[in-house]
């Protein structure tokens, strides 16, 4: 089993920086793939971008470029860093991991990104 928990969200204004946290309770280096996803109001949940434990990146078009997700095996959490940060942005951000044909999910931290 793998416990995960989000921090480090809150409010931003556009154009500003935010970086996620997720610490997982046991090794990441024995998660073969963690990432994020994020869930705006009213649709539905969308991924984000991952990585495998040999540090492989997938990012979703609408954050290339802007967003990069790093691991720390040593403190067993991923992070998430977000730039330029955008209105369309504004979801609750959830952490995601694929460890023993299983799917785990963090609780979800708010980013609102407004003026």
């Known amino acids: 089993q793998v416990q995960l928990v989000e921090s480090g969200g809150g409010l931003v204004q556009p154009g500003g920086s935010l970086r996620l946290s997720c610490a997982a309770s046991r090794s990441i280096f024995s998660i073969n793939l963690m990432g994020w996803y994020r869930q705006a109001p009213g649709k539905e949940r969308e991924w984000v971008v991952s990585v495998t434990n040999s540090g492989s990146t997938n990012y979703a078009e609408s954050v290339k470029g802007r967003f990069t997700i790093s691991r720390d095996n040593a403190k067993n959490t991923v992070y998430l860093q977000m730039n330029s940060l955008k209105p369309e942005d504004t979801a609750v951000y959830y952490c995601?991991?694929?460890?023993?044909?299983?799917?785990?999910w963090g609780q979800g931290t708010q980013v609102t990104v407004s003026s």
């Open positions: 995601h991991a694929n460890y023993n044909y299983r799917a785990y």
